[in-house]
């Protein structure tokens, strides 16, 4: 017989706000390219192979409740949140453009878009990670 561990009701709003960033950014990215026209690099579409599935990962937790969606979705968390750092480090010129992986397609080292002359779109997708990261693993608490 298992026991099944239920969300409790501050935990079910954390990972709710948590769903509701991932939402907004798989909408976002959507936007940017599909509305927008904006081709996505090659370390973009990485990071929406990560983001992407949060959505259903994260609202499958939340429909069921269920504590272990914590230990499906931090790894796509921790992932993509690498993966956009990179790209950050890439963008602002830390790491030399020789070494990036972005080939025949757009650059991943050139601003396309900056809202407000400095918030670039992997900036935005660094925060989105390191949000989604504290929602998912310092909110969700000791095991009881």
Known sequence: MSTVMRL????WYWLFTAW??????????????????????????????FMFPLVFILAVGLATSDTQVFKY????????????????LLYMEVI??????????PSC????LNLLGFISIP?????????????LIVKKGPKK
């Open 8 to 11: 409790s009701g501050s935990r």
């Open 20 to 49: 509701i960033i991932a939402l907004v950014s798989t909408l976002g990215a959507l936007f940017l390219s599909e509305v927008m026209g904006l081709v996505p690099c090659e370390l973009c579409w990485y990071q929406r192979i």
């Open 73 to 88: 979705a931090v790894p796509l968390v921790a992932a993509g949140w690498f993966v956009a750092f990179y790209h950050n």
């Open 96 to 105: 030399p453009e020789a070494l990036q992986p972005c080939g025949a397609g």
């Open 109 to 112: 080292a050139k601003a396309d």
């Open 123 to 135: 900036l935005l997708s660094l925060v989105a990670f390191t949000t989604l990261a504290v929602l």
